[in-house]
């Protein structure tokens, strides 16, 4: 399966019509006027100065959170919502341009066909939210962590190492001793179902307007050059 078809358009209308046909799912959501105006973006490693279709990963892996980690943020995420809004199919957006700058070379994007989508009421974005939550809210962690964990010493342990055992590159959660592997997975699951408040397939307008990380779950979308608009 190639990774992305690039499509030659000789005016911008063209490009236009297939977006209208094959994007409508998309369209009635966020209306018309994003063929015009686009109202998602996301920053990808290459430029293209077209339009792509691309195809998401059936299993995508992090770029730098802990594979444990995210597994387990999928398994929550998927038992409440029936998707792995982390990995399965997933196109992450933002309707701020400058955030999605930050990942690459910033396109418009369009789900193509029929997909679903998760955002989250009180976080721009999950891993930055999960990162300082020990600075911004360091006795709730403590309260959540203490449901979980009855000696404070493993309380403390946990909130001393809390950024570096959610990324990848600063050692991950290997780094814990493994009996406390599956504890701080619970951990965490509580912050993401109960702390930052997932919106499933509701909200969309509201993500927009403020900017939030938005997962997409769908086979295939539109990428397309801002310069096209």
Not at 26 to 43: D, H, I, Q, S
Not at 175 to 192: A, F, N
């Amino acid at each position: 399966m190639k990774l992305f078809d690039i499509f030659e358009t000789e005016n911008s209308g063209n490009f236009r019509d297939i977006l209208k046909q094959e994007c409508q799912p998309y369209l009635k959501l966020v209306g018309n006027e994003a063929l015009f105006k686009p109202v998602l973006f996301r920053g990808e490693s290459v430029y293209s100065d077209t339009m792509i279709l691309k195809n998401t990963y059936e299993a995508r892996r992090p770029v730098s959170t802990d594979t444990l980690v995210q597994d387990g943020i999928d398994e929550a995420l998927y038992e409440h919502f029936g998707v792995r809004y982390r990995s399965n199919h997933i196109v992450f957006a933002t309707s701020n341009r400058t955030i999605a700058g930050d990942y690459g070379h910033v396109c418009s994007i369009f789900p193509k066909g029929d997909f679903s989508y998760l955002w989250f009421k009180n976080s721009l974005d999950l891993f930055g939210t999960l990162g300082s939550f020990n600075r911004h809210y360091p006795d709730k962690l403590e309260q959540i962590i203490s449901k979980v964990f009855e000696d404070p010493k493993d309380v403390r342990l946990i909130q001393m190492n809390w950024r570096m055992l959610l990324s990848s590159r600063q050692g991950g959660l290997k780094e814990m001793p493994k009996r406390m592997h599956s504890g701080i997975i619970k951990v965490i699951q509580d912050i993401v179902i109960n702390y930052t408040q997932p919106q499933h397939n509701v909200g969309i307008d509201a993500a927009i307007e403020t900017g939030r990380e938005i997962m997409i779950h769908c086979k295939q979308y539109y990428c397309c050059n801002e310069d096209m608009f």
